[in-house]
């Protein structure tokens, strides 16, 4: 199979480039040609299957260059070997009858982004040898949190690769901010910059882009690439979860094999969302597709209104994964529903970059309504759907997850359509448990108290075990406490990189 730009659909290349570049030249973000097909044949034979059966199944419709075995020894090593807690590393858990949770934070790191990046680097390590790579492939990521520790937990050390995380200085929770200057290995760094999650996207995809600089990385012996959902290797294990989520709900009896089920995604750089759109391409039964946003609700308007403008105030939410203004994402999604048209994806994305905004044609609108809905939810109303789902089922969830069972819930009031629905969790509560303890009215117990000191209160409101990753913060050496100015990344990079 053939990956094209969203570009410049001309410009093709086999999977294994284009999850060692990351991004295409001329910034375009590379997608599949075609989209491969299940039929319910393939869906019934997946649900008597394990988790990483059902990945290597759903991988080699998309990575034809890989070889099975290959993909089976990428699919082991992420999904083995005690790495997830549990042994299906993304169950779909019954909440009190009413919501079907797809808990996609029991990897290393306690939030989704390991689903995917704890499989990359294998991935991308393949990929290197397929394509007779022999420069030190350095990861540049930019991050709202969670993808930056997942990044890092699953480059550390990997041979012939070195990893760099921007995070924006203010806009992470402790706890995230704690994973990444703790991180150990020999080949990390990790800078806060003075800005938000799209400066620091804007800066990395800046990097990318910048011609002169390439040419200097590639005389010093390096080569770029990304570890952000730009990246196809970042979103074709994501589509696997949702398939498998499906399998389990017909194994359950949730669902008969055939039915419809919506999908309900707490929604940032519109990765994880995209993902599932995949699987309903593919021909899983999906009706719905529900995008859920914070007060950053940019995706909301556009879905509603046809109109992308992020000429609008940046907030900083208790769910900060998802404070993002620009849905990189979103390209791909423009570029399939309209019927690959690089040209109109081209200039709707100049127009976003000069203009802050695009309207697309009707024909794109009428389907972006069909296929999704969209909503949005504030800070207080999340801290009210953590209270409730905790008051009325026992469980606690992150602040992300309680956009999206808020989001689906106005879904249920306003449309009255009463389809089973997946929602997608996130990350663990114990990430934000300065939010999600204040949410359960624990605000005069968490007085003075220090990030550990929460997550034991947490555990005991939550009766929930502390994940083992977090609970050992306590005890790591702080490596890595620069922040950097906007306009110093590329200065910052160069510095690690020609550091001995
Ligand atoms: C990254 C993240 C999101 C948003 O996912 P996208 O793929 O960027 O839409 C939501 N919740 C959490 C906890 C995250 O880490």
Known sequence: MQYISTRNSSIKVKSATAIKKGLSDEGGLFVPA?????????????????????????LKKYLTDFLVKELRECAENAYGGGKFSGENPAPVVNVGGKYNVLELWHGPTCAFKDMALQILPHFLTKSMQKTGEDKTVVILVATSGDTGKAALEGFKDVAGTKIIVFYPSEGVSNIQKLQMITQEGKNVFVSGIKGNFDDAQSGVKTIFTDKEANTEFLKKGFTLSSANSINWGRLVPQIVYYISAYCDM????????GDKINICVPTGNFGNILAAYYAKRMGLPVNKLICASNQNNVLTDFINSGEYNKNRNFHTTISPSMDILISSNLERLLFDLSGNDDKKVSKWMTDLKEKGGYKVSADVKKKVAEIFWAGYCDDYFTKERIYKTYTEFGYTVDTHTAVAIDVYEQYKTETKDMTPTVIASTASPFKFNQSVLSALGKDRETVDKDDFELLDILSSVSQMEIPASLGSLRTKKKRFENVCEKSELLMTVNGFLDKK
Request: proline share 3%; aromatic share 6%.
């Open 250 to 257: 017909v194994a359950s009896g949730e669902v008969v094999l």
């Open 34 to 58: 075609e989209i491969p097909q299940i039929d319910l044949e393939d869906i019934k034979k997946l649900t008597e299957k394990s988790y990483t059966e059902r990945a290597v199944f759903v």
